[in-house]
């Protein structure tokens, strides 16, 4: 089964530019979750999709939003962009909780690297 | 904030076991313990999870102890490419959007 895919893997914007990021769930997942990291804040809840509704928000600016389509692929994106949003932006899928899976354990994509010049 | 307390560092010599601590004394009774890790710019990779039985996988074993205040996660033979950033978190059984919250981790470094 393929894992959490992120396109793209490496983006390089300008201050003031808007940017979208792409991430696909492993088949089956309903839950995906966007996360920042950076070296000074480390791993930061962004965001988390359900059934193509947000069901939880973490502490960023409006700049920041998000989408889930009906197929449980995202997207995020950033409007205004600041030197400060350079970060690794990681994605996590995860199945709902049944009889058959025990808990929402969360498979992360391999990132995507936005750098801000 | 994180819910629980890991070392910064931890080296280990290749071919030993590797024993990583996590305090999580705040642990709820529906709350699990998760592990990952995330080697250099990865993204983090899901190691084990366990509510309160010791559990065991082809990658670790998970030890969590009886009041479920802490646990370790034992890497039983560490390789080089074991050296990575360990984290330790703890999430109800059902996140219904509850976010993982990740602390600083443990850095391993697992030395030749």
């Known amino acids: 089964k393929a894992g959490v895919t992120q396109t793209p893997r490496y983006l390089i914007k300008t201050r003031g530019q808007q940017v979208t990021l792409s991430c696909s769930p492993i088949?089956?997942?309903?839950?995906v979750s966007w996360y920042q990291q950076t070296p000074g804040q480390g791993l930061q809840f962004l965001f988390e999709?359900?059934?193509?509704?947000?069901?939880n928000k973490g502490n960023f600016p409006g700049r920041f939003s998000g989408r889930q389509f009906s197929n449980s692929r995202s997207e995020m994106n950033v409007s205004t962009l600041e030197l400060g949003d350079s970060a690794l932006y990681l994605c996590?899928?995860?199945?709902?909780?049944?009889?058959?899976?025990?808990?929402?354990?969360?498979?992360f994509g391999p990132g995507t690297r936005l750098t801000v010049l | 904030d994180a819910k629980t307390t890991q070392p910064p560092s931890m080296d280990c010599a290749e071919g030993r076991a590797a024993n990583l601590p996590c305090n999580h004394s705040?642990?709820?009774?529906?709350?699990?313990v998760y592990w990952y890790r995330q080697i250099h710019s990865q993204g983090p990779q899901y190691i084990i999870h366990?509510?309160?039985n010791n559990e065991t996988n082809e990658m670790a074993s998970l030890i969590i102890t009886e009041d479920r205040k802490s646990s370790t996660l034992i890497l039983p033979h560490a390789t080089l490419r074991d050296t990575a950033v360990y984290y330790c978190?703890?999430?109800?059984?059902?996140?219904?959007?509850?976010?993982?919250?990740f602390g600083p981790g443990t850095r391993l470094s697992v030395l030749p």
């Open positions: 705040t642990i709820s009774g529906n709350e699990y």
């Open positions: 999709y359900f059934s193509e509704t947000q069901r």
């Open positions: 366990g509510l309160k």
């Open positions: 996590a899928s995860s199945f709902p909780v049944s009889r058959g899976v025990l808990t929402d354990t969360q498979y």
């Open positions: 978190i703890v999430s109800p059984r059902d996140n219904y959007g509850q976010n993982f919250v």
């Open positions: 088949s089956g997942h309903r839950s």
